[in-house]
């Protein structure tokens, strides 16, 4: 008796050194190409992240001063005053020319970087804080805390400050000629009563202008980058009306 036996074979066919050594190639390329993609990305998406920190930050800048200058000037009715025979003391601060409660100050000969200002911060009808009513005694000067009501931005050393004076910087008790210099060039100079706005560990402001648009308005143009990344710059501007001149 045959007994018959009937094999499949099957054959099974593997991958070439060769084959295995393209699909590996291919591999390790598109993960470089994922790779780089991916970094690029995030560096793209830092910069725009650092870009806009900067932008907001020159921005608030932009809008402090501004809301500052535009009380540039208010003169605040007070009954006490108005009844006082004396009357109030603006007019021993305000300069002469046009504008009499703003001035606008060149630190440098490339731009007009300081302005210095006054306004009747707490609306008692005198510049400084009077008592019952009472701004002047003869020619000079009667009210506390002058240095309060006086303003003023500069740009010294790329970097944005505001006026702080301190009490003992002033003459309360000043005439005229004295009061009309918190608002006069050498105030710009002054080594102490400002206080920067920024870091200057993280920002660096390389432009503030201060130009005049017609009477009653004030151009401010301010620019800066980042000191750890000066490609990342911005600037910008605004028109400030000042309706109290």
């Not at 019952?132 to 790329?158: H, K, M, P, W």
Request: proline share 1%.
């Amino acid at each position: 008796m045959c007994i018959g036996v009937n094999m499949n074979y099957r054959i099974y066919k593997g991958q070439t050194l060769l084959e295995l050594m393209i699909t590996l190639a291919l591999s390790a390329f598109l993960l470089l190409m994922i790779l780089s993609f991916y970094s690029q990305s995030q560096r793209q998406n830092q910069h725009i992240l650092l870009q806009l920190q900067l932008q907001s930050e020159i921005h608030k800048m932009l809008q402090l001063m501004g809301k500052d200058l535009r009380r540039a000037g208010f003169r605040a009715s007070h009954a006490r005053v108005l009844e006082s025979e004396l009357g109030n003391n603006f007019f021993l601060f305000e300069q002469e020319g046009r504008h009499k409660s703003i001035a606008i100050h060149a630190m440098s000969q490339a731009e007009k970087n300081c302005v210095l200002f006054f306004y009747d911060g707490n609306a008692d009808g005198c510049l400084g804080k009077h008592k019952s009513g009472i701004c002047l005694d003869g020619a000079s000067n009667a009210t506390a805390n002058i240095q309060q009501e006086l303003f003023g931005y500069r740009l010294v050393n790329n970097m944005l400050q505001t006026r702080a004076t301190y009490r003992n910087s002033v003459n309360q008790q000043c005439q005229q000629q004295e009061c009309r210099s918190y608002l006069e060039a050498a105030a710009c100079t002054a080594n102490s009563g400002w206080t920067a706005l920024l870091d200057e560990q993280d920002y660096v402001i390389d432009s503030l202008h201060f130009a005049w648009q017609g009477e009653k308005g004030v151009e401010i143009q301010l620019s800066g980058y980042l000191k750890a990344q000066p490609d990342i710059h911005y600037e910008t501007s605004m028109l400030v009306p000042l309706l109290n001149e």
